[in-house]
């Protein structure tokens, strides 16, 4: 991966350009009619103006609720927890993304740690996502940064504790703006992971600040509060900007965000 830093970070930002060029330049019904699209199918994208929808509309917000939780958890977090396995390390680390979409956060977890220096070799990444067009771009936005590429094209309840073993000591597991579903069942997937660990296992779980997304990553951590010392939350505002419908133009606006981060290990 002889890429620099800054080629890494264009990366992202150059998927949100184009799909956000693209998605612009259509007249605003049909933006609005795709739009009207995405949550009624739990995000499940069936085309790619669904794909180039999503990310020219959530993918700077997804970005930037994670950033700053990636700074925490391979920061103080770490620290505080005394995570011995992830401090001056070389060693492999794998990562899972659950309902991935397009390898968004798995992306940005590999563009943090190059920009921050921060020297981890996340080396195995397993996807997981129900629309087969959108964990190919999964599959095709993380193929620079992860030598080890699984997919699982699948919903969450067709997915066995066999398929999430990973190959590595450390293991970072990624549920970003899924947990929040009204179609998971979120017990169900957590006691599905559970007696596949093995190692040190870091969980990111991260979606908008609404009662759905705060019950459903509540009822998730819940699964593992007995085996876990201390649960993180994050409750607060992330700086965005990004291309909205209503006025036709980039904006700078808030977007709440609900987190919660643990270790198990
Ligand atoms: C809001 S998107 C989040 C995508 C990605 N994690 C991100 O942060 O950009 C929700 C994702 O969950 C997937 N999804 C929906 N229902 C699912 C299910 N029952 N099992 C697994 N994934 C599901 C959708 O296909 C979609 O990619």
């Known amino acids: 991966m002889n890429v620099s830093a800054n080629n890494h970070l264009a990366s992202f930002a150059q998927i949100v350009k184009n799909s956000t060029q693209r998605f612009a330049a259509l007249p605003a019904h049909v933006q609005w009619d795709i739009y009207s699209t995405l949550k009624p199918n739990h995000y499940i994208c ?9 990310n020219a509309l959530f993918a700077n917000q997804h970005f930037a609720k994670l950033i700053d939780l990636f700074d925490f958890v391979f920061g103080r977090f770490i620290e505080i927890e005394q995570i011995n396995a992830l401090q001056n390390t070389t060693q492999p680390i794998s990562v899972i993304d659950y309902g991935c979409g397009q390898g968004l956060a798995s992306m940005v977890l590999q563009e943090f740690n190059r920009e921050r220096q921060l020297g981890y070799q996340f080396e195995e990444v397993i996807l997981i996502e129900p ?33 999430l073993h990973t190959k590595h000591q450390v293991t970072i597991h990624l549920l970003s703006n899924v947990l929040d579903l009204p179609n998971i069942d979120v017990t169900a997937l957590a006691s599905c992971i559970k007696p596949s660990l093995s190692g040190v296992n870091i969980f990111v779980c991260c979606s908008p600040n609404f009662s759905n997304a705060v019950n459903g990553i509540k009822r998730f951590c819940d699964v593992f509060d007995n085996d876990v010392e201390n649960m993180y939350y994050h409750k607060d505002y992330c700086d965005v900007e990004s291309f909205e419908m209503r006025s036709q133009r980039l904006c700078k606006y808030r977007v709440p965000r609900y987190a919660k981060m643990f270790v198990m290990q």
């Open 131 to 163: 629309s087969a067009l959108a964990l190919k771009e999964a599959v095709k936005n993380n193929s620079l940064y992860y030598t080890n590429i699984k997919q699982y094209c699948r919903k969450f309840d067709q997915i066995t504790a066999d398929d």
């Open 46 to 54: 069936q085309n790619e103006s669904q794909l180039m929808a999503y």
